[in-house]
């Protein structure tokens, strides 16, 4: 069937409009990748009762009642998911601007420019991210904590959030707000409120603060990074015992832990002492990859970072340049290798380093880099979704679980890039925004309000 612009507007309008607990609707399309299986569904048919799915399969029949929603040549999916994030952040333009518009805006404002990043992240069909670290030099403000919070009451339109607050790193490591900046230049050395501990024991009360405060994810940096002044990118930046009470406290308090690693020595480590996932991984060697394996540590490998920095060199300073060369051009290879070796790979992008919104972009870096296309479409729901522990509520179209449920144009298992041109997107049953998608972005873009009701 196909569908003009004027109905997918009036469609929109009822979906909008009709909300109610015990809504039904009934989205059909041409095929659907339900988030586990290696094939697409034909003639793909999801129910959606109020915000969860009551059934999802081929050729279903369509309940009386329900409002249809054809969408016709597409592919519906379970919501897209990205394992790392920094909504409350855009470090995309030119290095030194930002570093200067950093502390000229204060944090509200910068609060404010998170709630669009947000809504542009929803609208390209990613309905859950992890964000993996919200820091704001010399401020104390949980501002991941309240764009989550915000989000989840309604008051504003946004992907379900997993934050990280501040994340946990080494004095003068890839973490620490003041480096790169005169001694004391912000009155006091960064400690355990800032995310910055030495030693085991301020490990664990880091880890005590950032969960007190409301992190549902522990993010560390254990090595040097790209996008820091004062660090080597590769080097080791905690030791293993700081590492295994990091692991053991996040664990304690049911806590994952994701940490930040470019370098080998450091993922080894990491890996041994039990950490989630590595997010990077660019320098890693076939031996730690058998370790991962062995471990079931996933790897996220946020290629669309590298990529954008490399796109754009003239945007950093010269030793960030050399350490963004060195680790892309490592991670290439890792990242065949761990393909091959079967690592469990979960989908993340670094979204803030690019702009907010192109965390698509991800899926074809990963299959010009020989994943298969449907195993790069896993990654992002089926295994986003086990690495983030929500695997009973999300990741999959089934019975039962939350009506996250995205549609693109085509097929994506044989042009990977229709990832990029989402043109619906469902939460918890809602219809966030609807339209056909241009190259230029979202102009024929139908949205859901800006405030949604809230519901306290
Ligand atoms: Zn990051």
Redesign the pocket.
Known sequence: MKITFRVLVILLCLGIAAQAADQLIALKAARMFDGKSNALVQNAVVIVRGDKIVDAGSNLPVPSGAQVIDLGDATLAPGFMDA?T?LTADFSGNYNERRLQQLDLNVSEQAIRATAFARATVEAGFTTVRD??SRFIASHEFVDVALRNSINRGVIVGPRMLVATKGIGATGGHFDPSGGFRDFLFGREPDYTDGIANGPDEIRKAVRFEVKNGADVIKAAVSGGVLSLGDEVDTPQLTPAEMTALVDESHRLRKKVAV?CHGDQAAREAIEAGVDSI?HGSFMKPETLTMMKKKGTFLTP?LM?SEWIMGKLDNYPPALQAKAKAATAARSEMFRNAIKMGIKISFGT?A??FPHGQNAKEFKLMVDLGMSAIDALKSATGNDAELLGIGQKVGTLEKGKLADIIAMPGDPTSDITATERVSFVMKEGKIIGQGPRTPQGTVEWTRSPDVAAPVD
């Open positions: 790392h920094h993996l670290g930040h997010e946020t970072a670094d803030a380093v």
